[in-house]
């Protein structure tokens, strides 16, 4: 039988389902509570919407969705094919970008008990106990509060402590060199950190699935952003002709010419960087490959009988673009977004490593390799695993986009 | 196929090559120091930053020296090039006798060179490094020096420098490296100067961006000297290459290495740490005017919040100490030993702020009060992992309080515009204290204070703290210093974080090394093999 | 002919210096419009208002925003981009030392490039070597995806810091005077083998897909073919007849190439420590150099100008001999 892309989304999902069972169950227990208590006290439980908060609910709810649509169309065309390098990448992406929440054990900014966590090498572990909070379960609020306390990934807990070792009646501890009594009522878990700790005993592996967000959200939303502005100065460009075209692509000559990583770093340090300003940035220098494609494009389309005789049909500006120019810059457009993709990830990574990133503390996939370079000597896994995943990450980018556009121009196949 | 051998063949040999090529070059009597840049100017007018006023010591030599007295801690002076310093009229003026000494072309070193050295160092056109700290003399609305009236030339060897009325003068008034004034083009002084030096070392070779070679001046002669032939500053920008080349003997001596290489270095026989106590602080400046900041409790509240141990202990390896005030632990006479660090003690904290009207009524973990939820932005400077390491344990230690930090890491040259702007609420950021102690220009809320950026007014301190700058007896002024930070302490207009120990390694063969809170490579020229 | 090629470049060289033109005016506006005045630094609240005076009209900050852009203009023309505030020298002085070392760092990885570049090339389209192919294929496809300073600290881990073999640090040992003029030749190369390595692996394979396209290309056209089938050497119908066919898209991409390398290989001057532009250019925007930025930033674009120029103008010598080859 052909292993095919939809039984790779299937066994994933299952797979996560058998290792997170607790959490995922626990979700959908929450997103009751959390109903219940919007009944109970309204203003209360719409305070303690959060982005992690809807982030649970979300991979909760794809949780059941993926699969239902997976099978709903498991005969499209996309999910039939035979299963490759690349399919199984980009499923394991999607499937890490979209259950973060899920996937990862902790928050990637928690740290507890730095003199037991810090700097572990990968497959260590440690005894992660949980002192049990008494009481304050009267209500459906005071339930949600709870079970969201300990459901979602928080950056901090206040009743959880990491320790070296627990004895085999489960009495006392042993941190460091000093053993003590475990408090009672609580339990213990031992948590292995399959990628190590970082410097803050932070879980790498943690990170690095939190990262993937980052890194690629900032790729998507900069090469959106790309693509919007080549695609629409291309277009204006080549409809207009004359003196606008002229000026735009000298203008698009200029930026060409310019070294752009410093006109980044130079607007970057005079306003300040956020990830916001990050992504508009890194967008808004690099629309002019997808301008100088998309003009030639438009002119060459101008000439066509197709389109001469769409405008002699009357078609406006708005038809004219969207009916007959569109569609036929489609697979330029898409191959260059996809690189364009690949190239904003390695400037953010690049960004990121000469410290010069999002400015804030999110865990980017560059920013982690310039953070694990001070460690150099003492953890090579802090620079080794966010290393590999972007590596795999790109050069998977660097495959999609070769076959998109072998498979829309047949002609470039070689060999 | 062949062309494909060849290429194999020549990085073979590279290898070969590479591997047989040691460091076996005569290293006799040079010291090696890493250091992290280039310098930009070698002009001593310009040597602001970095590496580039030590090497302006080392070329250009002082009136006067200093040593380090680590008994009473503090700061001991004595003549150099000044064969007697004698202080007249009750301290309004000072007569100077130079010793014979030569530059490096022979000539000698006049009184003239200091009234030129004064003359230059205060030329406004010219914005030197010393432009602005002559505050002792008499000087036009330029702050330049009236020389005329400052400097009397009584014979060959000796001049008298006049300060201004009510002036308190005291050594490090005069205490800047002279310059030779025929080495300056007169009309342009602007220009680098001709390569004549008076100090221990003579500058010898610099390649940018790679190194800078001093060696000995043969014409100077002083009987503490070393047998070191040849200083060279080898600039080596990348942390973990210092350290891999400090290993292999490749350099003699490293500054500010990071705690987390200690143990692992320290076990190596051929180098040696020195462990100076720091004079550098960090802390997080608050607002002390913004409506959040500007309740003493709540400032003490955010200090007990923070458990400064942990950060102490995980990131410095307790190489440094926590702070309580601004003076620091090595000035013994001044540090006043009775006030104890505000220590983490999240209780304390909890019920500073549930008394101050915050709690969490949503259960949201953040407090609230009126309305308004606790939460606030700390900036910091981009790229100092002590900081990163800090400002997340701080994070999740307000977290743990009920606040909710936002950390936002901006790039350096733009924070500390903001800084000095006082465009932040709350910032992390460290001091480097100046010897001997200064406290007026960070605490006085008034036109004295340029650094005071978290708007801290207590007219009791700016009293005290005229009256210390003015005093002239060392115990009474160490008294009111004690007083002062006790005041401060109680205060509590930043959150003290801790003093940071200065980790210096080098080679376990250099002798009479005495490193001290001076600085790692002050006095260097005294050192031996 | 040679009347249309001078034309040709003429034109190009004009619409450059139109570039150009339009770089520094953009430059000098950002600059001017930044937070901050660039005089800050110079200018303290103690100084009476007639020294501050004399410092802004220093800068020409006391005249309106045109009349500085023309002086600024003018003064652009003649290379004088005023005083590096960093290091208190000509702007131009400051960087014609880091000058040199980009450009010659630039070629010889430029060389390297193109040469391994071709070779893997030649390799995949005449050895027909399945296996190597695929392997040629897959390292290319991880060269594109590998990011320069992966690469740098993965060649410093293994080569400086396990093996202990290579220097990861600088252009030359102290004890470089010492040397020998062979020993000192030794000295650069051990320094540059690690640099250049990193830097030019993602350009060779650049090349080494763009040279085994156009070659394959033009090796099934009819008439390689035919020289085949005569006879003719194998390394001679290469020289002569397949590479100036494929060379015009080789050029272009050495072009842009070469300009990339010499505006500067940041991260790469960064990892290794090495005095590049590239790293002159960001302490210079680090520490608010802005004379020095202006400068480099000129000095770069001018660079990439040149570095495409150069390329159009040997494409046009390549055309020639074509045309030659075709015509006898």
Redesign the interface.
């Known amino acids: 039988m052909k292993i095919k892309n939809s039984h790779i989304i299937f066994f994933l999902l299952g797979l996560l389902f058998l290792l997170k069972f607790n959490t995922i169950i626990s979700s959908y227990y929450l997103l009751y509570l959390f109903i219940g208590s919007l009944f109970s006290e309204f203003n209360n439980t719409i305070s303690n919407i959060d982005l992690m908060l809807l982030d649970v609910f979300l991979s909760a709810i794809l949780f059941i969705v993926a699969p239902l649509l997976t099978y709903r169309y498991r005969k499209y065309k996309l999910l039939v094919k035979e299963l490759n390098f690349i399919s199984v990448i980009a499923i394991i992406l999607l499937t890490i970008f979209l259950f973060a929440p899920v996937i990862a054990n902790f928050h990637p900014d928690f740290h507890k008990n730095i003199n037991v966590t810090k700097l572990l090498k990968p497959f260590s572990s440690k005894v992660l106990i949980e002192q049990r909070i008494q009481g304050a379960s009267e209500s459906v609020f005071d339930k949600f509060i709870s079970l969201r306390n300990s459901t979602i990934n928080q950056p901090f807990y206040s009743n959880k402590f990491f320790v070296d070792n627990v004895s085999s009646d489960n009495k006392s501890f042993q941190q460091k060199d000093t053993e003590e009594l475990l408090p009672p009522g609580s339990n213990s878990k031992r948590i292995y950190f399959v990628f190590g700790t970082d410097e803050l005993g932070r879980d790498v592996f943690s990170r690095i699935v939190y990262g993937a967000r980052v890194s690629l959200s900032i790729g998507i939303v900069a090469s959106l952003i790309s693509m919007l502005l080549g695609v629409f100065f291309g277009f204006y460009s080549g409809y207009k002709g004359g003196a606008p075209d002229f000026i735009l692509n000298k203008f698009s000559d200029l930026f060409l010419a310019f070294p752009i990583i410093f006109l980044i770093i130079f607007i970057i340090s005079l306003w300040g960087s956020s990830f916001f300003i990050l992504v508009l940035i890194l967008g808004i220098t690099s629309w002019m490959p997808l301008y100088k494609l998309v003009r030639t494009d438009v002119f060459s389309i101008r000439n066509k009988d197709y389109y001469k005789s769409a405008v002699l049909l009357g078609l406006n500006k708005k038809q004219l673009l969207l009916k007959e120019i569109l569609p036929a810059i489609i697979p330029i457009v898409v191959v260059n977004i996809v690189y364009q993709f690949a190239n904003v990830v390695l400037a953010e990574s690049a960004l990121s490593y000469l410290g010069l990133g999002t400015g804030s503390n999110l865990p980017s996939w560059g920013k982690m390799i310039n953070e694990g370079q001070s460690y150099l000597y003492k953890g090579w896994w802090l620079i080794f695993f966010p290393g590999m995943f972007l590596l795999l990450t790109l050069s998977f980018i660097n495959i999609l986009g070769k076959r998109i556009s072998e498979s829309l121009n047949p002609l470039s196949k070689n060999d | ?1 062949s ?2 051998y060849k ?1 194999l063949s020549f990085f073979l040999l ?2 070969l ?3 047989c ?1 040691g ?1 076996d ?3 006799k009597n040079t010291l ?1 120091i890493g250091v992290d840049s280039d310098v ?2 070698l ?1 001593p007018l ?1 040597a602001y930053s970095g590496i580039e006023p030590t090497i302006a010591e080392l070329l250009y030599p002082s009136l006067v020296k200093h040593s380090w007295d680590d008994n009473a801690g503090e700061i001991k002076s004595e003549p150099w090039i000044a064969e007697y310093i004698e202080w007249l009229n009750d301290s309004s003026a000072v007569k100077i006798t130079l010793k014979d000494v030569k530059w490096s072309d022979g000539k000698k070193i006049t009184p003239e060179d200091v009234k030129f050295s004064l003359e230059i160092y205060s030329n ?2 010219l ?1 030197s490094r010393f432009y ?1 700290t002559f505050e002792n003399f008499k000087e036009d ?3 330049r020096i009236l020389i005329e009236e400052t400097f009397t030339l009584d014979n060959e060897n000796t001049f008298t420098l006049h300060f201004k009325d009510k002036a308190k003068p005291s050594y490090f008034d005069f205490d800047f490296p002279i310059l030779p004034a025929h080495a300056f083009n007169k009309n342009n002084p ?1 220009e680098d100067p001709k390569n004549i030096y008076g100090g221990p070392f003579v500058l010898d ?1 610099r ?5 800078i070679t001093l060696k000995r001046n043969k014409n100077f002669s002083d009987a503490s000297v070393g047998n070191i032939e040849k200083i ?1 500053f ?8 210092r ?3 400090l290993k ?1 003997s ?1 350099i003699d001596i490293c500054e500010d290495v ?1 705690p ?2 200690a143990d ?1 270095l320290k076990e190596n026989s051929r180098i040696k740490m020195a462990q100076v106590k720091g004079r550098e602080y960090d802390y997080i400046g608050l607002n002390n005017n913004s409506p959040l900041f500007k309740n003493v409790n709540i400032r003490k509240g955010i200090s007990y919040s923070i458990n400064k141990n ?1 950060i102490l ?3 410095l390896l307790n190489y440094g100490e926590l702070a309580n005030a601004p003076v620091a632990p090595v000035f013994k006479g001044q540090f006043n030993k009775s006030l104890q660090p505000i220590n983490y003690n999240i209780n304390a904290a909890k019920s500073i702020f549930t008394s101050e009207g915050w709690k969490d ?5 953040i407090l609230e009060k009126g309305g308004e939820e606790f939460s606030f932005t700390m900036y910091i400077p ?2 100092n ?1 002590r900081r ?2 800090a ?3 701080i ?2 230690n307000l ?2 309080a009920g606040i909710d930090l ?9 924070f500390f ?1 903001n800084m000095f702007q006082k465009k932040y609420d709350c910032w992390m950021a460290g001091w480097v204290v100046p010897i001997p102690t200064q406290l007026e220009p960070y605490f006085h809320s008034g036109e004295e204070g340029i650094f005071n950026l978290f708007n801290y007014s207590n007219k009791d301190v700016d009293k005290l703290l005229e009256q210390a700058q003015s005093e002239k007896n060392k115990t009474k002024k160490n008294e009111l210093y004690k007083l002062i930070q006790e005041k401060i302490y109680n205060d509590s207009p930043i959150v003290f974080l801790y003093w940071i120990d200065n980790l210096v390694f080098y080679n376990s063969s250099l002798k009479n090394v005495n490193i001290t809170p001076l600085g790692a490579l002050h006095n260097c020229w005294q050192w031996s093999y | 002919m040679n009347k249309t090629i001078l034309k040709l470049l003429l034109k190009r060289i004009a619409s450059s210096l139109l570039l150009i033109f339009l770089i520094i005016t953009i430059l000098f506006f950002l600059l001017r419009i930044s937070p901050g005045s660039p005089v800050q630094k110079f200018i303290s609240e103690d100084f009476s208002i007639e020294l501050s005076q004399k410092i802004k009209s220093n800068f020409q900050l006391d005249k309106t925003l045109f009349e500085q852009y023309g002086s600024f203009i003018a003064q652009a023309v003649k290379l004088d981009f005023g005083t590096s505030y960093n290091y208190n020298l000509p702007v131009f002085s400051v960087i014609k030392d880091y000058l040199i070392f980009t450009v010659i760092f630039s070629f010889i990885s430029l060389i390297v490039q193109i040469k391994a570049g071709s070779l893997f090339a030649f390799i995949s389209v005449y050895k027909k070597n399945k296996y190597l192919n695929g392997v040629l294929d897959s390292v290319a496809i991880f060269s594109f995806a590998l990011p320069s300073f992966l690469l740098g600290l993965l060649l410093i881990y293994i080569f400086s810091i396990i093996l202990g073999i290579l220097p990861s640090n600088g252009l030359t040992s102290i004890n470089h005077d010492d040397l020998s003029v062979l020993g000192k030749f030794w000295d650069y190369v051990i320094h540059l083998i690690l640099p250049v390595l990193s830097l030019s692996l993602t350009g060779t394979f650049i090349f080494y897909k763009y040279i085994k396209e156009s070659v394959s290309e033009v090796s099934r056209k009819n008439f390689i073919l035919n020289l085949q089938a005569i006879g003719e050497k194998k390394s001679k119908i290469i020289l002569y007849h397949v590479l100036p066919n494929s060379i015009n898209p080789i050029l272009t991409i050495a072009g842009l190439e070469l300009g990339a390398l010499l505006s500067g290989s940041l991260i790469t001057e960064v990892l290794f420590g090495l005095p590049g532009m590239g790293r002159l250019t960001i302490t210079a925007i680090l520490t608010r150099d802005y004379p020095l930025v202006i400068g480099c930033t000129f000095i770069s674009g001018l660079l990439i100008i040149f570095a495409n120029l150069l390329a159009d103008f040997l494409k046009t010598v390549f055309d020639k001999r074509i045309i030659n080859t075709l015509n006898n």
Do not use: C, H, R, W
């Not at chain 2, 390649?207 to 190194?211: D, F, G, I, N, R």
């Not at chain 2, 080898?234 to 290459?241: G, L, M, R």
């Not at chain 2, 936002?406 to 733009?414: A, D, I, K, L, N």
């Open positions: 196929m062309s494909l290429l590279i290898f090559f590479a591997s090529s460091n070059a005569s290293k090696v930009e100017s002009n310009f406004a056109d914005q602005g609305k330029d702050l602007k070779k390649t940018k961006e790679q190194s060279i080898k600039v080596i920008p990348d942390y973990n290459t350290i891999l080349q292999n490749e990071k987390d290489d692992e942990e202990g995980e990131f009524n949503n259960k949201n973990g981009a790229g992992p990163d390491f400002a997340n344990v994070k999740n977290k743990e936002t950390v936002q890491q901006v790039e350096p040259g733009t515009d």
